[in-house]
């Protein structure tokens, strides 16, 4: 989660860039309704002008680098780091503290668990425990 | 201790936990069971987990217990209950006699019904630990010609035939396994050991030693292309390499050059030595690493260097 | 803009207590009714015979070789391929090898899809029947009324939708009568399910549980009825046989990771 401060910055002015070209068409069209009703013309005044078309454009446009640069680290994509990731102990698989591999599984053979030797293993070191 | 954080507990530890460890997870037993039914899977995975821990610590009342949880929920009659009903009757049965009466058991619910395989399995892992080990190869070998796209069976197949030194055997099971798992990097470095393996029971420096230390190699390399930072491949890398760099082995029996394998041994030094320091230091993102393969590994760069 | 005018029909308000508030509430137990009837009925797929298992496990062994050739040497792949192939040909992986010269058997005879095609009629026969009833229960009860009038406007294409059982040619689209309130009911409703029976699939989901704890049970047919395992398994030897290409992974790691770091 790093948000850092230059595209926050961005953001920001961007969004206050896009707030003002919002408000900006909003007055023209309330300006052109006015003076249509005036002239009883109804052709004049139907277009947006073209510096409130650009600061749409503008700051859209840096408002996407702005939230796109803003954005969380990037989640590894190839099994090289993300198993490197699980092997390490650098990215967590639901709660698995120890770096248990992806295929441990393979290693582990739960089904085939020689339940009788791990018991024996316990009590034996249950005796050199006093 | 809500269940999530309980069942973590569980991951975390392995199938195969330390004394210590099985006996912390033991003690756990009392708030588990203590814990109100809500019938969500995880809940039942942990009864799993817990069951195998309460008798390898032999807690068995409490083993006693959890299985009926679990046998009231699922009935008698399902695959995975049985066989850990049968894992307690193993635990259980105190003399020879006994355990031959659960492994006649298992036969019998075989013939009745040869697609369980849960139970088949634990028959095969019975007559194993009774020292009837063809037995167990040739119940396992069946057991695959049942289902031969199942991984954990050609992975079992492969240490049977391991500990009795067929190698090419367990070699050709583990190729099984990668038909199946084509990215499974720990059976990659595990056909590495066994190919190392291989390579030191013929006769030293002979060509053929020479073929099973490249080959054992390359599936090292294959093992940490795979997974980045992965301890046990580099481990091996630097293993087979430096055996590779033995003055007794002619160069030209080798197929690599003797400036690739040096590099390559260099590689897998600077990545050793990395994860040794990050993990005796405990930084972050060195913590998943096992304290004992690190002590191995450590032990490796201090005998070669 | 065209001010419509609004037509004004007087409604009587108990029209509102006593047939849209009926037929909702109706709608709503049905559904769940019908819901638990289905958890009933549901019987659990039948797990397959050993050699079913083996016909289809075996077969997709083939696949896999096929697809992850190149995992393994080529003298191990050249071996498997060769027994695969030779045991695909002569069908010995098959359920029954001397039926593989006969024509499939007749889906309809086969025991095993009879089973799902029983599972199916059952799910499809816990839907009919109670729409079936209920609409005929809103017809018999309920119908050339108008009942509400929705707050939107609508095109014309509705009107045969919407005003179902009342005949007005000129009747603006917004009324509704109470057949089509059935309608939408039933189409509409399953977010209230949803909210009522738990995330709508609380059936599926014990079902999930039991076959999670059962996992060899390989219910699902990898052949489903009417294709014939002989054939596939013919087509897949060819597949394995014309594989001429295959290359190691293994070949020149050595250079892959040194060009690595």
């Known amino acids: 989660m790093s948000r850092s401060l230059p595209s926050k910055l961005l953001i920001a002015f961007s969004s206050l860039l896009l707030a003002h070209a919002c408000y900006s068409a909003h007055e023209h069209s309330l300006l052109s309704t006015t003076a249509a009703s005036q002239e009883t013309s109804p052709t004049t005044g139907s277009t947006l002008p073209l510096d409130i078309t650009l600061e749409t454009l503008v700051s859209v446009s840096l408002l996407l680098v702005g939230i796109i640069s803003s954005g969380w680290e990037l989640k590894p994509i190839s099994l090289r780091s993300y198993a490197g990731g699980v092997e390490s102990g650098k990215i967590l698989v639901d709660g698995n503290k120890k770096g248990k591999g992806l295929f441990v599984g393979l290693d582990e053979r739960a089904s085939f668990v020689d339940i009788r030797k791990q018991r024996k293993e316990f009590t034996d070191w249950m005796k050199t425990q006093g | 201790m809500s269940l999530t954080s309980l069942l973590n507990r569980f991951k975390s530890a392995s199938v195969h936990p330390t004394p210590s460890e099985s006996l912390s997870l033991s003690q756990l037993a009392p708030s588990i069971l203590n814990l109100s039914i809500t019938d969500t899977p995880e809940q039942w995975a942990l009864y799993e987990s817990l069951l195998l821990s309460t008798l390898r610590t032999g807690d068995d009342t409490s083993a006693r217990l959890v299985l009926q949880r679990l046998a009231d929920r699922f009935g008698n009659d399902n695959a995975r209950i049985m066989a850990l009903q049968g894992i307690y009757d193993e635990c259980t049965a105190t003399n020879q006699s006994q355990l031959e009466e659960v492994l006649k058991n298992y036969t019998d619910l075989l013939k009745d019904d040869p697609t369980n395989i849960p139970i088949a399995k634990r028959r095969i892992t019975l007559l194993h630990s009774l020292s009837k080990k063809s037995e167990a190869i040739s119940a396992l070998t069946t057991l695959i010609d049942l289902n031969p796209t199942d991984a954990e069976s050609w992975s079992q197949l492969a240490q049977y035939y391991f500990e009795i030194s067929m190698y090419p055997q367990a070699i050709y099971c583990l190729e099984e396994v990668l038909l199946i798992l084509p990215n499974a990097y720990n059976v990659h470095a595990r056909l590495g050991e066994i190919q190392f393996v291989a390579a030191e029971s013929v006769s030293g420096a002979s060509k053929e030693a020479v073929e099973k230390l490249e080959a054992s190699l390359r599936w090292y390399l294959r093992a940490v292309e795979l997974c980045d930072g992965y301890l046990r491949g580099y481990y091996g890398v630097k293993l087979v390499t430096g055996k590779l760099l033995e003055s007794k082995i002619s160069a030209t029996n080798r197929t690599i050059p003797e400036e690739k394998i040096n590099k390559l041994n260099s590689v897998a030094t600077v990545q050793l030595n990395d994860i040794v320091t990050g993990s005796e230091k405990g930084k972050k993102g060195f913590t998943g690493y096992d304290s004992a393969e690190v002590a191995a590994a450590k032990e490796l760069l201090e005998a070669t260097s | ?261």
């Open chain 3, 1 to 261: 803009m065209a001010q419509v005018v609004g037509q004004q029909i007087l409604r009587d308000p108990s029209l509102f207590y006593w047939i849209l508030f009926p037929i909702t509430v109706v709608m709503i137990l049905t559904g769940v009714l019908r819901h638990y009837a289905t958890l009933l009925l549901q019987s659990a797929p039948k797990p397959l015979e050993a050699k079913a298992i083996r016909e289809q496990k075996n077969y997709l062994h083939g696949i896999n070789l096929r697809t992850n050739a190149n995992q393994i040497p080529l003298s191990s792949f050249t071996s498997r391929k060769n027994y695969l192939v030779q045991a695909f040909q002569s069908g010995s992986f098959l359920k029954d090898p001397d039926a593989k010269n006969k024509p499939p058997a007749n889906p309809m005879t086969d025991p095993n899809g009879m089973d799902a095609m029983m599972n199916m009629m059952k799910g499809n026969m816990m839907m009919i029947v109670p729409q079936t009833v209920i609409m005929g229960w809103i017809n018999a009860f309920f119908s050339g009324f108008v009942i509400m009038k929705l707050p939107f406007p609508l095109t014309i294409r509705f009107k045969s939708m919407l005003q179902s059982g009342v005949m007005t040619r000129d009747m603006d689209v917004r009324w509704v009568s109470s057949l089509s309130w059935y309608f939408l009911c039933l189409f509409g409703l399953r977010p209230v399910f949803t909210f009522i029976l738990g995330n709508d699939n609380s059936a599926d989901q014990t079902m999930a549980q039991v076959q999670q704890m059962n996992p060899q049970a390989n219910t699902q047919q990898l052949f489903g009825p009417g294709q014939d395992p002989a054939k596939m398994y013919l087509a897949e030897a060819e597949n394995l046989e014309v594989m001429v290409q295959h290359e190691f992974v293994l070949d020149g790691i050595e250079d892959r990771i040194l060009a690595r770091v």
